[in-house]
């Protein structure tokens, strides 16, 4: 779970399978939770040069996104390709954002009360 309004750096493994793959081809889909009516946002050249590190035939690589939630409810955000009408589907990450709670609560016996 991730709270309403803060940052959140999403990873994404990239198996040694996809060495073929460029940086500047990687997009990212943004689907904000459905009962909201939000648009999808599909985001060309999505990850930035510092987030992401190519997989070698030995080794799996690694791409970010950073991204802040503006709604309570149910995220996707997919890792792809290609453009917004097609693309290769890579990764899906599924993201539970929820608004923070700032009230405390403690049990206290009613002896101490």
Same mark, same amino acid.
């Given at each position: 779970?991730?709270?309403?309004?803060?940052?959140?750096?999403?990873?994404?493994?990239?198996?040694?399978?996809?060495?073929?793959?460029?940086?500047?081809? #990687?997009?990212?889909? %943004?689907?904000?939770?459905? *009962?909201?009516?939000?648009?999808?946002? +599909?985001?060309?050249?999505? @990850?930035?040069?510092?987030?992401?590190?190519?997989?070698?035939?030995?080794?799996?690589?690694?791409?970010?996104?950073?991204?802040?939630?503006?709604?309570?409810? #149910?995220?996707?955000? %997919?890792?792809?390709?290609? *453009?917004?009408?097609?693309?290769?589907? +890579?990764?899906?990450?599924? @993201?539970?954002?929820?608004?923070?709670?700032?009230?405390?609560?403690?049990?206290?016996?009613?002896?101490?009360?």
């Amino acid at each position: 779970m991730f709270l309403l309004n803060s940052t959140i750096r999403m990873n994404w493994r990239l198996r040694n399978s996809m060495i073929d793959i460029e940086r500047t081809s #990687l997009d990212v889909r %943004v689907r904000p939770p459905i *009962d909201t009516g939000g648009d999808v946002v +599909y985001t060309n050249n999505a @990850i930035a040069e510092e987030d992401f590190l190519a997989p070698t035939g030995g080794t799996d690589g690694w791409a970010s996104y950073t991204f802040t939630p503006d709604q309570v409810g #149910l995220w996707e955000l %997919v890792l792809t390709d290609g *453009d917004e009408n097609e693309n290769t589907f +890579y990764y899906e990450r599924l @993201i539970e954002v929820q608004e923070p709670d700032y009230h405390i609560r403690k049990k206290v016996p009613g002896s101490l009360i």
